[in-house]
C-alpha cells in the first residue's frame, strides 16, 4: 500500500508499539525459532515417502512431472506464450520433493527452478535412492531477490508452502520485485491450515478467501493482500471446486529502490542467520531437535502404513479439532 509505508513489512507485538521498520527488530524471532523447529517433521516426512518404493510410486503417481501442466483458475500455457520469450524464469517456491509443478507448459518442455529452503536434505533424499528427477535450489521465500535479479522472472509458483513460511507477506513483495511487469505469482492453497494443524512447525499463517478478498491471517493479524498490493500488483482471489484457495497476482509496476520491501531486504536474512547462530547453541534446543528428529521419523514411517482418513482423524485429534479436510 503506497500511502501506508511506515509500517514494519515483518510486524512483531514490539514493533507494533515501537516502530523501528528499518532495524533487524521487527524481525519475528520467535515465528523463526518455531519455523526451525519444524524442520525435523517436514524432513522426515518426505523421507519417509521416498524410502519405500510403494510410498514413493504413490507419491510419483500424484507428481505432475512430464505431464502438461494445468493449474487451477489459471491457463499457464497461454500466459507463458504469451510472454513471447525463449525460455521465460519459472520458478516453483516451496517445491519440496512432489514436483506438484510440472515441466511442460503448453506442449514444450520447460526449464523450472524448483526451489526450496529444505533443498540440501531433499538433495540428500534423492541421491540416497538415486533418483533422477531435477535437484533442488536452496533459497527462502522471504529473500527471493538474494536470489534472482529485479525484473527477471516471468512466473512464480507456490503451492501449499505460503503459509509454511516466516513471513507470507514478506515472501509476496520478495516475489513482486523479482518478477517482470506482467508476470504472475500463482499461489494454490488449502483453506485455514495453521488452524488445522493447531500453528505447529512450519504451519503460522492461514490462508483463505473471504468476500472475494484473498487474506491472509492467524491470531495477531489479518492482511488483506489486494490492499497492501494496491499500485503494484493486481490480486485475484478464488476457491476452486475442491475448496483449495486460489491468487493469481499480476505484477503492474515495478517496486521502487526506496520501498520498504527492498530496503528491509536484508532484515529477513539476517534475522533468520541470528535465529540459527542462537538456536543452536542452546543445548534444550539441540536435544529437543534431535528428539524431534527421531521421533518424526519413526512417526512418519508408521503414518505410511496407516489408511489416509486413520492419519486425519489421528491429526485431528492432536489438534483438538474437527477434521474438516
Ligand atoms: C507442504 S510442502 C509443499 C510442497 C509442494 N509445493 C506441494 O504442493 O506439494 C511445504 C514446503 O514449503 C517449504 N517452505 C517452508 N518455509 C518456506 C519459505 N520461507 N520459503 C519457501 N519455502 C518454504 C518447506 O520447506 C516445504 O518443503
Redesign the pocket.
Known amino acids: 500500500m503506497k500511502e501506508d509505508e511506515k509500517k514494519p513489512l515483518l510486524q512483531t507485538e514490539d514493533s507494533k508499539d515501537n516502530d523501528e521498520s528499518r532495524t533487524i527488530s521487527s524481525f519475528d524471532f520467535t515465528l523463526s525459532k518455531r519455523?526451525i523447529s519444524?524442520?525435523p517433521y517436514?524432513v522426515a516426512?518426505?523421507r519417509s515417502y521416498y524410502r519405500n518404493r510403494s510410498s514413493r510410486e504413490t507419491l510419483m503417481s500424484w507428481s505432475q512431472y512430464g505431464k502438461e501442466c494445468e493449474l487451477d483458475h489459471f491457463d499457464v500455457a497461454s500466459f507463458i506464450e504469451s510472454q513471447e520469450m525463449e525460455n521465460p524464469v519459472i520458478v516453483?517456491?516451496?517445491?519440496?520433493?512432489?514436483?506438484?509443478?510440472s515441466n511442460r507448459i503448453g506442449g514444450k518442455e520447460r526449464s523450472v527452478i524448483y526451489?526450496?529452503?529444505?533443498?540440501p536434505y531433499?538433495n540428500k533424499i534423492l541421491d540416497d535412492y538415486s533418483l533422477s528427477y531435477p535437484r533442488i535450489k536452496f533459497?527462502?521465500?522471504?529473500?527471493?531477490s538474494i536470489h534472482f535479479k529485479k525484473n527477471s522472472l516471468s512466473l512464480i509458483?507456490?503451492?501449499?508452502?505460503?503459509d509454511?513460511?516466516?513471513?507470507?507477506m514478506m515472501?509476496i513483495w520478495q516475489a513482486l520485485i523479482c518478477l517482470r511487469p506482467g508476470g504472475v505469482l500463482y499461489l494454490?492453497h488449502k483453506p485455514n491450515e495453521a488452524e488445522h494443524e493447531a500453528y505447529i512447525g512450519?504451519h503460522q499463517y492461514n490462508i483463505d478467501c473471504q468476500n472475494g478478498r484473498f487474506v491472509i491471517w492467524n491470531r495477531q493479524e489479518r492482511i488483506d493482500v489486494g490492499h497492501e498490493l494496491a499500485g503494484y500488483a493486481d490480486v485475484k482471489g478464488s476457491v476452486t471446486d475442491s475448496g483449495r484457495i486460489v491468487a493469481v497476482i499480476t505484477k503492474t509496476s515495478n517496486i521502487p529502490d526506496d520501498h520498504k520491501a527492498v530496503t528491509e531486504n536484508g532484515v529477513y536474512a539476517s534475522g533468520m542467520l541470528e535465529t540459527l547462530i542462537t538456536y543452536f547453541h542452546s543445548a534444550p534446543n539441540v536435544i529437543g531437535y534431535q528428539a524431534r528428529r527421531g521421533a518424526f521419523s519413526l512417526g512418519h514411517r508408521m503414518m505410511r502404513l496407516l489408511p489416509g482418513g486413520l492419519i486425519k482423524k489421528i491429526k485431528s485429534i492432536i489438534s483438538g479439532k474437527k477434521a474438516t479436510m
Not at 526451489?115 to 533443498?119: C, F, N, T, V
Not at 509458483?157 to 505460503?162: P, Q
Request: proline share 5%.
Open positions: 519455523w519444524g524442520i517436514e516426512f518426505w516453483d517456491v516451496g517445491c519440496a520433493l512432489s514436483y506438484m509443478f526451489l526450496d529452503p529444505l533443498a531433499y533459497g527462502l521465500g522471504e529473500t527471493l509458483h507456490v503451492r501449499n508452502a505460503l509454511h513460511s516466516v513471513c507470507p515472501v494454490n512450519f
